[in-house]
Every structure is written in structure tokens, then in C-alpha cells.
């Protein structure tokens, strides 16, 4: 099968929200290869625990690639306990500048409870202006969704669940099987 015929792997809504002290990350479980769902229980969204510091992370994309990734991400943090910030530039600069990284194809969110961001292989690390933001299949109706109900009484986790839940329904690549991590600094 020739390259630019392979249907390409799809699937995956994470999104990340700050409010009233905490940041929840929720992410879908579906993978697709084309038309065709693979799995419909894909657990997306981790804590890693670099020396003894809470981090959540969800991962858009390729999941070996993520894998690498959250691997990586995982030695920046214990060469740089507490510092998400410093641990995120360093990954996104290794990811941009190694010829072996730059060929990944994946998207983190991370938190550390006060810090939210998203990570790129184009050497970006983005904090959301609004405190929402998501990456993915789904991701920008899942944005759209949680950015609506920001101003609302709801809290951090319940602004996850609808926003997904919207974005499930809008995003065939998507579905309702939700892993939600919660992290308070």
C-alpha cells in the first residue's frame, strides 16, 4: 500500500481545564484506522510521577509515539523536579531539533496542578489563554464547548465531561469512554 493511500490512524479528544484551583485532563478512548474503529477503550490520559511530583498528561496521535514522548517528558521532569515549564521547552526543543523526534506524530496536554499546557512538535508550549484547551480529532469542539461554559458555576471536571460529551457527538472519531485525571497544586 503506498504511502499517501494508507487511511492514516484517527480518534483521540483530550481536552484540559483550570478552574477554581484545579486542572482536570479528560480524554476520549477511541482509535480508528480509517473508517474502522480499532479500540474503543484507549486510555489516553496519565499520571506520571517523576520524583515524587503529580503530573497528568494526555497524548493526541500516534500512541508509540506518545509513548516516547511521555517517556521523555518523564526525564526532563526528575532532571528538573518541579519545573513542568523548564521540562516542557526542553521536550519541545529536543522534539524540534532531533532528526529521529521531529518524525513523531503526536500532541501532549500536561499539568502540574497550577500549569497547563500544550506541547507540539513544532517546538511550541502553549498555556491556554482561557484556561480550556484540546487537542485531537474532536479537539476543537471540545475547545469551543468547555470555552462556552467557563463562565457557568460548574467546575473544572463537569466542564470536561460536557465539553467531551459534545465533542463525542459532533466528532465520529470520537466517543464517550472517558479517562478523567484530576491534579490541585
Known amino acids: 500500500m503506498a504511502e499517501d493511500s494508507f487511511p492514516g490512524w484517527h480518534g483521540t479528544t483530550i481536552i484540559g481545564v483550570r478552574k477554581g484551583g484545579e486542572v482536570v485532563i479528560a480524554g476520549d478512548g477511541q482509535v480508528s484506522l480509517g473508517q474502522t474503529v480499532i479500540k474503543g477503550t484507549a486510555r489516553k490520559v496519565r499520571r506520571l510521577s517523576p520524583g515524587g511530583y503529580d503530573i497528568v498528561a494526555g497524548f493526541a496521535g500516534s500512541t508509540a509515539d506518545a509513548f516516547n514522548l511521555l517517556e521523555r517528558l ?51 508550549v502553549l498555556e491556554p489563554e482561557h484556561d ?20 457557568t458555576d460548574l467546575g473544572a471536571e463537569d466542564i470536561a465531561r460536557r465539553a467531551m460529551a459534545i465533542a463525542a457527538d459532533i466528532c465520529v472519531y470520537t466517543n464517550g469512554n472517558l479517562t478523567v485525571e484530576r491534579i490541585t497544586k
Open 132 to 151: 480550556v484547551t484540546a487537542i485531537g480529532s474532536g479537539g476543537n469542539y471540545a475547545l469551543a464547548a468547555g470555552r462556552a461554559m467557563m463562565e
Open 74 to 124: 518523564e526525564t526532563k521532569l526528575e532532571a528538573t523536579p518541579g519545573q513542568l515549564q523548564r521540562a516542557a521547552v526542553e521536550l519541545a526543543k529536543d522534539w524540534r531539533t532531533d532528526k529521529y523526534l521531529q518524525k513523531l506524530e503526536a500532541m501532549l496536554i500536561v499539568s502540574d496542578g497550577a500549569e497547563l499546557y500544550v506541547v507540539t512538535g513544532a517546538g511550541d
